[in-house]
Protein backbone atom coordinates (compact mmCIF):
# COMPACT_ATOMS: atom_id res chain seq x y z
CA UNK A 1 0.00 0.00 0.00
CA UNK A 2 1.02 3.65 -0.73
CA UNK A 3 1.84 5.91 2.00
CA UNK A 4 -0.14 9.30 0.64
CA UNK A 5 -0.36 10.85 4.12
CA UNK A 6 1.58 13.79 3.09
CA UNK A 7 -0.26 16.48 1.76
CA UNK A 8 -1.30 19.54 3.05
CA UNK A 9 -3.59 20.49 0.00
CA UNK A 10 -5.47 17.10 1.35
CA UNK A 11 -5.83 17.94 5.14
CA UNK A 12 -7.54 21.17 4.31
CA UNK A 13 -9.08 19.69 1.19
CA UNK A 14 -13.06 19.01 2.49
CA UNK A 15 -12.76 21.21 4.88
CA UNK A 16 -12.26 23.79 1.68
CA UNK A 17 -14.97 22.27 -0.56
CA UNK A 18 -17.69 20.96 2.49
CA UNK A 19 -17.72 23.69 4.99
CA UNK A 20 -21.07 22.58 6.69
CA UNK A 21 -21.67 20.28 4.57
CA UNK A 22 -20.88 17.03 6.98
CA UNK A 23 -23.34 15.07 7.96
CA UNK A 24 -24.68 14.09 11.18
CA UNK A 25 -26.19 10.57 11.21
CA UNK A 26 -25.41 8.34 14.38
CA UNK A 27 -22.76 6.35 12.33
CA UNK A 28 -20.31 9.22 11.30
CA UNK A 29 -18.04 10.72 13.73
CA UNK A 30 -17.96 13.17 15.98
CA UNK A 31 -17.56 16.70 14.16
CA UNK A 32 -13.80 18.43 14.97
CA UNK A 33 -14.66 20.85 17.54
CA UNK A 34 -12.27 23.99 19.42
CA UNK A 35 -11.42 23.44 22.95
CA UNK A 36 -12.40 26.19 24.95
CA UNK A 37 -10.32 29.19 26.68
CA UNK A 38 -9.58 26.66 29.90
CA UNK A 39 -8.98 23.60 27.88
CA UNK A 40 -6.30 25.74 25.67
CA UNK A 41 -4.82 27.02 28.48
CA UNK A 42 -3.54 23.51 30.24
CA UNK A 43 -2.77 22.50 26.93
CA UNK A 44 -0.59 25.15 26.63
CA UNK A 45 0.97 24.91 30.00
CA UNK A 46 1.04 20.91 29.75
CA UNK A 47 1.61 19.77 25.47
CA UNK A 48 4.91 17.89 25.31
CA UNK A 49 7.07 18.34 22.14
CA UNK A 50 5.62 15.81 19.42
CA UNK A 51 7.11 15.46 16.03
CA UNK A 52 10.47 15.95 15.00
CA UNK A 53 12.51 19.36 14.78
CA UNK A 54 16.06 20.02 13.51
CA UNK A 55 18.19 23.14 14.04
CA UNK A 56 19.57 23.89 10.93
CA UNK A 57 22.45 26.46 10.73
CA UNK A 58 25.02 28.44 7.99
CA UNK A 59 26.23 31.52 7.44
CA UNK A 60 25.90 32.80 11.12
CA UNK A 61 22.32 32.07 11.50
CA UNK A 62 19.51 29.61 12.18
CA UNK A 63 16.77 28.01 10.53
CA UNK A 64 14.37 25.01 11.52
CA UNK A 65 13.18 21.61 10.03
CA UNK A 66 9.87 20.11 11.46
CA UNK A 67 8.33 17.17 10.46
CA UNK A 68 4.17 17.53 10.98
CA UNK A 69 1.14 15.42 10.42
CA UNK A 70 -1.35 15.71 8.00
CA UNK A 71 -4.48 14.63 10.17
CA UNK A 72 -4.16 14.46 14.29
CA UNK A 73 -5.68 14.01 17.46
CA UNK A 74 -7.59 17.26 19.02
CA UNK A 75 -5.16 16.99 21.86
CA UNK A 76 -2.17 17.44 19.80
CA UNK A 77 -3.33 21.15 18.93
CA UNK A 78 -0.29 23.20 20.39
CA UNK A 79 3.15 22.13 20.01
CA UNK A 80 5.19 21.88 22.94
CA UNK A 81 7.87 24.44 24.27
CA UNK A 82 11.40 23.68 22.55
CA UNK A 83 8.68 23.93 19.01
CA UNK A 84 7.52 27.07 19.71
CA UNK A 85 10.44 28.57 20.56
CA UNK A 86 11.49 27.53 17.42
CA UNK A 87 8.61 29.32 15.69
CA UNK A 88 9.17 32.56 17.64
CA UNK A 89 13.08 32.74 17.12
CA UNK A 90 12.36 32.22 13.16
CA UNK A 91 11.01 35.04 11.22
CA UNK A 92 9.18 33.40 8.60
CA UNK A 93 7.10 30.25 8.39
CA UNK A 94 7.19 27.69 5.32
CA UNK A 95 4.59 25.08 4.94
CA UNK A 96 4.42 22.72 2.01
CA UNK A 97 1.49 24.70 1.15
CA UNK A 98 -0.50 27.90 1.65
CA UNK A 99 -3.89 26.81 1.95
CA UNK A 100 -5.11 30.79 2.15
CA UNK A 101 -3.34 31.78 -1.38
CA UNK A 102 -6.11 32.72 -3.98
CA UNK A 103 -5.37 29.82 -6.53
CA UNK A 104 -5.79 26.98 -3.85
CA UNK A 105 -9.07 25.71 -3.74
CA UNK A 106 -10.09 27.20 -7.54
CA UNK A 107 -6.92 25.00 -8.85
CA UNK A 108 -8.06 21.78 -6.56
CA UNK A 109 -11.58 22.23 -8.05
CA UNK A 110 -10.28 21.76 -11.83
CA UNK A 111 -12.62 19.31 -13.20
CA UNK A 112 -10.85 16.24 -14.70
CA UNK A 113 -9.44 15.80 -18.00
CA UNK A 114 -12.37 14.85 -20.03
CA UNK A 115 -10.97 11.90 -21.76
CA UNK A 116 -9.90 10.70 -17.66
CA UNK A 117 -13.51 11.70 -16.62
CA UNK A 118 -15.11 9.37 -18.77
CA UNK A 119 -13.23 6.33 -17.98
CA UNK A 120 -13.15 6.52 -14.08
CA UNK A 121 -17.06 7.04 -14.44
CA UNK A 122 -17.04 3.48 -17.05
CA UNK A 123 -14.70 2.21 -15.09
CA UNK A 124 -16.77 1.97 -11.89
CA UNK A 125 -14.02 3.96 -10.01
CA UNK A 126 -15.91 7.33 -9.74
CA UNK A 127 -18.97 5.70 -7.94
CA UNK A 128 -16.87 3.77 -5.59
CA UNK A 129 -14.85 6.64 -4.42
CA UNK A 130 -18.24 8.44 -4.42
CA UNK A 131 -19.65 5.82 -1.98
CA UNK A 132 -16.53 6.10 0.16
CA UNK A 133 -16.74 9.46 0.53
CA UNK A 134 -21.08 9.29 1.28
CA UNK A 135 -19.45 6.97 4.10
CA UNK A 136 -17.52 9.26 5.13
CA UNK A 137 -20.77 11.04 6.04
CA UNK A 138 -19.71 14.24 3.11
CA UNK A 139 -21.82 14.41 0.26
CA UNK A 140 -19.91 12.64 -2.67
CA UNK A 141 -22.02 15.52 -4.48
CA UNK A 142 -19.50 18.32 -3.48
CA UNK A 143 -17.17 17.06 -5.33
CA UNK A 144 -19.12 15.92 -8.50
CA UNK A 145 -17.04 17.60 -11.13
CA UNK A 146 -13.65 17.43 -9.25
CA UNK A 147 -10.80 15.11 -10.45
CA UNK A 148 -11.38 11.55 -8.95
CA UNK A 149 -7.81 11.34 -7.29
CA UNK A 150 -8.29 14.36 -5.77
CA UNK A 151 -11.52 12.73 -4.09
CA UNK A 152 -10.08 9.63 -3.47
CA UNK A 153 -7.34 11.69 -1.31
CA UNK A 154 -9.96 13.52 0.31
CA UNK A 155 -12.02 10.07 0.98
CA UNK A 156 -8.04 8.94 3.16
CA UNK A 157 -7.88 12.65 5.00
CA UNK A 158 -11.24 11.30 6.29
CA UNK A 159 -10.94 7.67 7.02
CA UNK A 160 -9.62 8.02 10.59
CA UNK A 161 -11.72 9.89 12.41
CA UNK A 162 -13.88 6.84 13.85
CA UNK A 163 -9.94 6.58 15.69
CA UNK A 164 -10.08 10.18 16.65
CA UNK A 165 -7.45 11.21 13.64
CA UNK A 166 -9.07 14.52 11.66
CA UNK A 167 -7.47 16.51 9.00
CA UNK A 168 -9.37 19.64 10.61
CA UNK A 169 -6.40 18.91 13.60
CA UNK A 170 -3.51 18.46 11.06
CA UNK A 171 -0.56 19.96 12.47
CA UNK A 172 0.16 22.21 9.20
CA UNK A 173 -2.94 24.25 10.23
CA UNK A 174 -2.36 24.96 13.19
CA UNK A 175 1.10 25.86 12.42
CA UNK A 176 -0.58 28.65 9.85
CA UNK A 177 -2.99 29.63 12.20
CA UNK A 178 0.37 30.03 14.46
CA UNK A 179 1.69 32.46 11.39
CA UNK A 180 -1.43 34.69 11.21
CA UNK A 181 -1.72 35.25 14.59
CA UNK A 182 2.07 35.68 15.17
CA UNK A 183 1.98 38.04 12.13
CA UNK A 184 4.99 35.52 10.43
CA UNK A 185 5.14 35.90 6.73
CA UNK A 186 3.75 32.43 5.24
CA UNK A 187 5.39 31.19 2.34
CA UNK A 188 4.34 27.94 0.19
CA UNK A 189 7.19 25.21 -0.42
CA UNK A 190 4.91 23.82 -3.49
CA UNK A 191 2.08 25.41 -5.44
CA UNK A 192 -0.98 24.09 -5.55
CA UNK A 193 -0.59 22.94 -8.89
CA UNK A 194 2.06 20.27 -7.94
CA UNK A 195 0.46 18.49 -5.50
CA UNK A 196 -3.02 18.43 -7.82
CA UNK A 197 -0.86 16.85 -10.43
CA UNK A 198 0.99 14.67 -8.18
CA UNK A 199 -2.54 13.21 -6.44
CA UNK A 200 -3.74 12.34 -10.43
CA UNK A 201 -0.76 11.03 -11.49
CA UNK A 202 0.82 11.98 -15.08
CA UNK A 203 -1.15 9.40 -16.72
CA UNK A 204 -4.10 7.20 -16.74
CA UNK A 205 -2.13 4.33 -15.15
CA UNK A 206 -0.87 6.00 -12.69
CA UNK A 207 -4.31 7.77 -11.23
CA UNK A 208 -6.29 4.52 -11.95
CA UNK A 209 -3.45 3.03 -9.34
CA UNK A 210 -3.90 6.10 -6.99
CA UNK A 211 -7.71 5.48 -6.85
CA UNK A 212 -7.36 1.57 -6.68
CA UNK A 213 -4.80 1.63 -3.76
CA UNK A 214 -7.44 4.15 -1.53
CA UNK A 215 -10.20 2.39 -2.20
CA UNK A 216 -8.76 -1.17 -1.49
CA UNK A 217 -7.12 0.87 1.76
CA UNK A 218 -9.98 2.55 2.94
CA UNK A 219 -12.75 -0.48 2.41
CA UNK A 220 -10.57 -2.88 4.09
CA UNK A 221 -9.43 -0.79 7.06
CA UNK A 222 -6.14 -1.08 6.05
CA UNK A 223 -5.52 2.54 5.49
CA UNK A 224 -6.49 3.43 8.45
CA UNK A 225 -4.07 1.72 10.53
CA UNK A 226 -0.89 2.45 8.90
CA UNK A 227 -2.68 6.14 9.23
CA UNK A 228 -2.98 5.23 13.22
CA UNK A 229 0.80 3.69 13.28
CA UNK A 230 2.42 6.94 11.52
CA UNK A 231 0.59 8.92 14.60
CA UNK A 232 1.94 7.16 16.79
CA UNK A 233 5.32 7.29 15.45
CA UNK A 234 4.66 10.87 15.21
CA UNK A 235 3.35 11.27 18.48
CA UNK A 236 6.30 9.46 20.10
CA UNK A 237 8.79 11.12 18.10
CA UNK A 238 10.22 7.85 16.90
CA UNK A 239 13.23 9.27 14.73
CA UNK A 240 14.54 5.55 14.15
CA UNK A 241 11.08 4.08 12.77
CA UNK A 242 10.72 7.34 10.83
CA UNK A 243 14.02 6.72 9.36
CA UNK A 244 13.24 3.31 8.55
CA UNK A 245 10.21 4.06 7.38
CA UNK A 246 10.40 1.95 3.91
CA UNK A 247 10.75 -1.36 6.44
CA UNK A 248 6.94 -0.87 7.45
CA UNK A 249 5.26 1.60 4.91
CA UNK A 250 3.89 -1.39 2.48
CA UNK A 251 4.40 1.37 0.06
CA UNK A 252 7.42 -0.17 -1.85
CA UNK A 253 5.71 -3.84 -3.52
CA UNK A 254 5.60 -2.96 -7.21
CA UNK A 255 7.59 -1.10 -9.53
CA UNK A 256 4.57 1.63 -10.46
CA UNK A 257 4.40 1.96 -6.34
CA UNK A 258 8.52 2.83 -5.61
CA UNK A 259 7.97 5.08 -8.97
CA UNK A 260 5.16 7.05 -7.24
CA UNK A 261 7.17 7.61 -3.60
CA UNK A 262 10.09 8.17 -5.91
CA UNK A 263 8.24 11.66 -7.14
CA UNK A 264 5.92 11.55 -3.63
CA UNK A 265 9.24 12.13 -1.62
CA UNK A 266 13.07 11.68 -3.17
CA UNK A 267 12.00 14.52 -6.01
CA UNK A 268 9.71 17.10 -3.78
CA UNK A 269 12.56 16.99 -1.30
CA UNK A 270 14.82 18.05 -3.69
CA UNK A 271 13.01 21.21 -4.72
CA UNK A 272 12.45 21.59 -1.16
CA UNK A 273 15.70 21.25 -0.10
CA UNK A 274 16.67 24.25 -2.68
CA UNK A 275 13.59 26.69 -1.73
CA UNK A 276 14.99 26.20 2.09
CA UNK A 277 18.43 26.87 1.28
CA UNK A 278 17.73 29.85 -0.93
CA UNK A 279 15.09 31.79 1.46
CA UNK A 280 18.11 30.92 4.74
CA UNK A 281 21.09 32.10 2.59
CA UNK A 282 18.35 35.55 1.97
CA UNK A 283 18.70 36.70 5.70
CA UNK A 284 15.95 34.39 6.39
CA UNK A 285 15.51 32.56 9.79
CA UNK A 286 12.67 29.72 8.52
CA UNK A 287 10.70 27.71 10.24
CA UNK A 288 10.07 24.94 7.48
CA UNK A 289 7.16 22.45 8.42
CA UNK A 290 6.61 19.33 6.13
CA UNK A 291 5.26 15.86 6.30
CA UNK A 292 7.26 14.00 8.48
CA UNK A 293 8.24 11.68 5.94
CA UNK A 294 10.10 14.25 3.63
CA UNK A 295 12.24 14.66 6.34
CA UNK A 296 13.58 10.28 6.94
CA UNK A 297 16.82 8.81 5.59
CA UNK A 298 19.74 9.73 3.18
CA UNK A 299 17.42 11.70 0.68
CA UNK A 300 15.57 13.30 3.84
CA UNK A 301 15.66 17.28 3.82
CA UNK A 302 18.09 17.47 6.72
CA UNK A 303 20.53 14.97 5.01
CA UNK A 304 20.28 17.62 1.90
CA UNK A 305 21.21 20.48 4.08
CA UNK A 306 23.95 18.57 6.03
CA UNK A 307 25.46 17.59 2.02
CA UNK A 308 24.69 21.43 1.69
CA UNK A 309 26.83 22.90 4.32
CA UNK A 310 24.47 22.93 7.00
CA UNK A 311 25.36 22.48 10.29
CA UNK A 312 22.11 20.11 10.96
CA UNK A 313 21.38 19.25 14.93
CA UNK A 314 18.49 16.99 16.28
CA UNK A 315 16.49 18.82 19.05
CA UNK A 316 13.37 16.92 18.96
CA UNK A 317 14.02 14.11 20.21
CA UNK A 318 16.93 15.07 21.96
CA UNK A 319 19.73 12.90 21.66
Same mark, same amino acid.
Given at each position: ?5 ? /? ?25 ? $? ?20 ? $? ?32 ? &? ?9 ? #? ?45 ? $? ?20 ? #? ?46 ? $? ?13 ? =???? &? ?22 ? =? ?9 ? =? ?36 ? /? ?9
Amino acid at each position: MRSHRL /FQSVAGLVLLFCTGAFAQAPRCPAPAS $VPDKARMAQMFRTAPDRGFLWQ $VTKDGHSSWLYGTLHVAKQDWLLPGPLTRAAILH &SSKIALELDLN #APDTATTLRQPEDPARWAHLVQSGRKAKVDALMDQQCVPSAAFAHVA $VGVEAAGVESLASRQDGYYPDY #AVDGVLQGMAGSLKKPLIGLETVRMQRDLLIGPDQADEDAFIDDIVKG $VASGKMQAENQRLAE =MWAL &SDVKRLDHYQDWCDCLNTAQERRF =MTRLLDDRNVG =MAQKIETLHESGTSLFAAVGSLHMAGPKGLPALLRKDG /FEVRQIVPAL
